[in-house]
C-alpha cells in the first residue's frame, strides 16, 4: 500500500541542497542587480556575508574570511596552489572528494614529498599516522561516504605544519574547533542550502604567515593568488572579491544567515541537523534491510546520511545488480514526488544518500520513511 502522507518538501539532494524553510525568491527583491559589487552597496553587502559569516561560526577574532570562485572546490584548490610544497603533506582520504585532492596534488602540483592515508568508503583512515611536522589536507565531512571526522583530538596544539579542512558539508552543521583549523572552506550550498558557484574560504593567522612568508616554484593564476608582493590582499576579506561575484547569489546567502539567526545561530542550526540523524538513526535501528555506510557509529554524518541495503538478497546480487536495484529504489521516490536526488554518489557503494542538514524540515522526514520502506518493497519483489 502506499503511504497516505507526502513530505511537505521532496527536496533531500545532498547539493544543491534545500533552500531554508520559508523560502521565497521575494526575499531577494533587495538585491543590488545591475550594480557593480565594486560599488559601495556591492561592497557593503559582501562584507555583511563576511561579518555574519565570521560572527555565526564563532571564529577566532584574528581568523580571516573571504568570498572566492569555483565553489568549495575554488576554495580548497586555491589553497593547495598557494601554500602546498613548503614541506611534507600528509592528504587524508575515504571518499570521492578527499581522493580528488590527492589527484591534484600529485598530479597537477606534482609534490614529492605527500604521503596518501587512505580508506575505504564507511570508514576513516588512521588518525594517528598524522605527523604534526607536515601539513595535512582532510575533509572534515566526507559527503560521499556519509561518514565525518568525530573530533580535532588527532590535530596537535603545538603542530608545525598547517591544517586544510575541506568543510563543505560541515561548516554550519558541526562543532568544529576552529583553534586546530588553519585553512578551512566551504561553499554557499551545502548546509545553508544558498546557491552555487561561491566558496568561502577561512584563514588562521598560521595560513597568513605560511602565505606571505612562502612563494611556490610554479605560476599561480590570477584566480587563485592571495597575496601580491609578499602581502596578503586583504581587501578579499573586506569585500572585494578577486572575481565578479553574483549579487543575487549574495542577497540569497545573507537570507539564509538571517534565518540561522532565528532558529538559534549555530548552536540551533547543529541541533536541527542532528535531531534529523536522530530521525533516521531510530528508523535504520528499527529496520532489517538498511544500515549506515559507516562502519563506526560515532562518524556517522548528521548531514550527508549515506546509507547501505543489507538484505541477503542484495548483497547477493553482482554489482551492476546492487546499482540497478538501488538506483531504481531512488527513481520510484522520484516519480512519486516524494524524495528528489537521494541516490549515493557516482562512485560510493550502491545505495542511499539522505541529506538531513538543518534545512530540511524533521516532519519531511519521518514522512519520507514508510515511502522509503515502501520503495524498497517494490524494488525486493522485482528481484524475488
Known amino acids: 500500500m502506499l503511504p497516505e502522507k507526502r513530505p511537505a518538501s521532496p527536496l533531500f539532494s545532498s547539493g544543491p ?19 557593480s559589487h565594486r560599488a559601495a552597496i556591492g561592497k557593503s553587502r559582501l562584507k555583511d556575508a563576511i561579518d555574519k559569516t565570521h560572527a555565526m561560526l564563532g571564529l577566532p577574532e ?18 593547495l596552489w598557494s601554500m602546498l610544497g613548503a614541506r611534507g603533506v600528509d592528504m587524508l582520504a575515504w ?30 583512515p588512521d588518525l594517528s599516522l598524522i605527523d604534526p611536522a607536515r601539513d595535512v589536507v582532510f575533509t572534515w565531512n566526507g559527503t560521499t561516504s556519509g561518514v565525518k571526522v568525530p573530533n ?25 574547533p576552529w583553534d586546530k583549523l588553519d585553512v578551512t572552506t566551504f561553499s554557499w550550498q551545502k548546509v545553508m542550502g544558498g546557491e552555487g558557484a561561491h566558496g568561502m574560504i577561512i584563514l588562521s593567522p598560521r595560513a597568513v604567515e605560511r602565505l606571505e612568508s612562502y612563494t611556490p616554484s610554479w605560476p599561480l593564476p590570477k584566480i587563485f593568488r592571495l597575496t601580491k608582493n609578499g602581502k596578503l590582499i586583504s ?11 553574483s549579487m543575487l547569489c549574495v542577497e540569497d546567502y545573507l537570507d539564509t544567515l538571517n534565518w540561522g539567526e532565528t532558529v538559534g545561530g549555530l ?15 531510530n528508523w535504520v535501528e528499527k529496520t532489517d534491510w538498511v544500515d549506515f555506510l559507516a562502519v ?16 541477503s538478497w542484495f548483497t547477493e546480487l553482482s554489482d551492476d545488480d546492487q546499482t540497478a536495484a538501488a538506483k531504481k529504489l531512488a527513481s ?50 522485482i528481484y524475488k
Open 152 to 176: 580535532g583530538d588527532w590535530i596537535a596544539d603545538n603542530r608545525a605544519g598547517l591544517t586544510f579542512c575541506d568543510a563543505t558539508s560541515a561548516a554550519f552543521a558541526m562543532d568544529l
Open 267 to 281: 548552536k540551533g542550526l547543529i541541533k536541527r541537523s542532528e535531531d534529523n540523524l536522530a530521525v533516521l538513526r
Open 62 to 79: 584574528d581568523y580571516l574570511v573571504g568570498i572566492v570562485p569555483g565553489s568549495d572546490t575554488g576554495a580548497v584548490e586555491m589553497a
Open 95 to 124: 571518499e570521492s572528494f578527499g581522493s580528488g585532492w590527492i589527484t591534484d596534488v600529485t598530479k597537477q602540483l606534482k609534490l614529492d614529498d605527500v604521503r596518501k592515508i587512505e580508506a575505504p568508503y564507511g570508514e576513516l
Open 332 to 381: 520510484l521516490l522520484d516519480e512519486k514526488g516524494v524524495a528528489y536526488d537521494i541516490g549515493s554518489y557516482r562512485d560510493a557503494p550502491a545505495g542511499l544518500r539522505i541529506w538531513a542538514g538543518s534545512t530540511i524540515e524533521t516532519a519531511d522526514l519521518n514522512d519520507l520513511i514508510p515511502w522509503l520502506n515502501w520503495a524498497y518493497g517494490e524494488v525486493h519483489s
Open 235 to 245: 581587501g578579499i576579506f573586506k569585500g572585494a572579491t578577486i572575481n565578479t561575484p
Open 17 to 35: 541542497c534545500a533552500k531554508r524553510p520559508g523560502w521565497t525568491i521575494k526575499n531577494l527583491e533587495n538585491a543590488p542587480l545591475g550594480r
Open 296 to 311: 563506526d557509529p560515532a562518524t556517522v554524518s548528521n548531514t550527508s546520511v549515506c546509507l547501505k541495503i543489507t538484505a
